[in-house]
C-alpha cells in the first residue's frame, strides 16, 4: 500500500530501489529543503545553514 512508500526505513528503500543514486540524491534534495526552512524559521543561523547545504551538496 501507500505506506510502503511513506516508510523512511533505508533497508526498504535500498531492496526496493531501481537505482539506488536517484533515491540518494531524492534525500538529499529533500535534506536541502529541510534545511531551507529551518533557516527561514530562524532556527538556523545564515553561516549554519550555509555549512550544513554545503556539506548536503558535497554528497550529491
Same mark, same amino acid.
Given at each position: 500500500?501507500?505506506?510502503?512508500?511513506? +516508510?523512511? #526505513?533505508?533497508?526498504?528503500?535500498? #531492496?526496493?530501489? #531501481?537505482?539506488? #543514486?536517484?533515491?540518494?540524491? +531524492?534525500?538529499?534534495?529533500?535534506?536541502?529543503?529541510?534545511?531551507?526552512?529551518?533557516?527561514?524559521?530562524?532556527?538556523?543561523?545564515?553561516?549554519?545553514?550555509?555549512?550544513?547545504?554545503?556539506?548536503?551538496?558535497?554528497?550529491?
Amino acid at each position: 500500500g501507500p505506506k510502503a512508500f511513506a +516508510d523512511p #526505513a533505508p533497508d526498504g528503500a535500498r #531492496a526496493g530501489a #531501481a537505482s539506488p #543514486a536517484a533515491d540518494d540524491h +531524492d534525500a538529499l534534495l529533500r535534506r536541502l529543503r529541510e534545511l531551507g526552512e529551518l533557516h527561514q524559521a530562524g532556527i538556523l543561523t545564515d553561516e549554519e545553514f550555509t555549512t550544513a547545504k554545503q556539506a548536503v551538496l558535497r554528497r550529491m
